[in-house]
């Protein structure tokens, strides 16, 4: 493995660490988050969001102001108050062995204890494990929630399920109360959703899905972003059984993996796992959705 770890500064989030392989590069957080803040070609641009002025934050009475900082975090579903945006802005253990870098935060106020594993390898991709613990004296009930804010200007293509079931229905499709079904980002097919970023448009818009196709795409010029995940499984989902979640606004677009949902025991862990591919084309955003679709 040719994997470099080294520390340093980026912008304005304090102390970092960045892992590069000659080929792609990934940042993250560790004087806060974690986060991961940066995720490229080792030249190239930065296909995360990132919210260097702090514009998406919640205030969390009594408990003080959550930020985004943008990129990827790991979050519990449902969201709740106050647990969701409990602030995470303290130092995180950082431990960079044979290839894997584990960064762990310290415990939350509500007995969690979150984890994220990254492991890059020696091509355009790296696997992200995101865990949490329930480290209370009681059972907890929660779901993994794995959110990746991307960067404005991109378009998303989200699989539906088209396994035949005959009499049985075959997609789910959830809506938050301020999405509205006739959003001019949003784009619904029989194979297929598409979700614009657009910086023009400040309203929220959320949908979620039962993916079953283990991957989504995010096309941003010449950059085509790949999240690969585990299969749909028979089990309980969020948001009336969601696994996947995408949300956006003016500032970015989100990619949301969620997990299991249900009591889990003290010691207990759930985790979520997920790849990410990069690579370049120079086909127009037409010609690649067709081709993605083709091969699902």
Not at 248 to 271: H, I, K, M, V, W
Request: proline share 4%; hydrophobic share 35%; charged share 25%.
């Amino acid at each position: 493995m040719s994997i470099k770890c080294y520390e340093t500064d980026y912008k304005n989030y304090g102390k970092c660490l960045c892992l590069d392989n000659g080929k792609i590069k990934l940042i993250t957080t560790i004087d806060v988050g974690p986060r991961i803040v940066f995720f490229g070609f080792s030249d190239g641009e930065n296909v995360l969001f990132e919210d260097v002025d702090r514009n998406f934050y919640e205030i969390n009475n009594g408990y003080g102001v959550w930020y985004a900082y943008g990129g990827h975090r790991i979050w519990t579903a449902p969201e709740v108050m106050p647990e969701t945006y409990l602030p995470d802005n303290s130092n995180v253990e950082a431990i960079f062995d044979n290839g894997t870098l584990t960064l762990t935060p310290p415990k939350t106020k509500f007995g969690k204890q979150f984890q994220m594993v990254i492991k890059m390898d020696d091509n355009n991709s790296v696997t992200i494990e995101n865990k949490i613990t329930n480290c209370s004296d009681k059972p907890a009930e929660f779901a993994t929630w794995s959110v990746t804010g991307l960067a404005a200007g991109g378009t998303e293509i989200v699989p539906l399920c088209r396994e035949d079931k005959g009499f049985l229905p075959n997609r789910t499709m959830s809506l938050w109360s301020y999405s509205d079904v006739k959003d001019e980002r949003f784009t619904l097919t029989d194979k297929y959703v598409l979700l614009r970023q657009d910086p023009k448009i400040k309203k929220a818009f959320k949908a979620g899905f039962n993916v079953t196709g283990k991957q989504i795409l995010y096309i941003n010029g010449k950059n085509i972003f790949r999240m690969c995940f585990d299969e749909y499984k028979k089990t309980e989902y969020p948001d009336f059984c969601c696994n996947y979640e995408t949300y956006t606004n003016d500032l970015f677009l989100e990619c949301e993996l969620l997990g299991e949902l249900r009591e889990y025991q003290p010691g207990e862990t759930a985790s979520v796992k997920e790849k990410w591919e990069l690579t370049t084309t120079d086909w127009a955003t037409d010609k690649v959705i067709e081709e993605f679709v083709s091969k699902i």
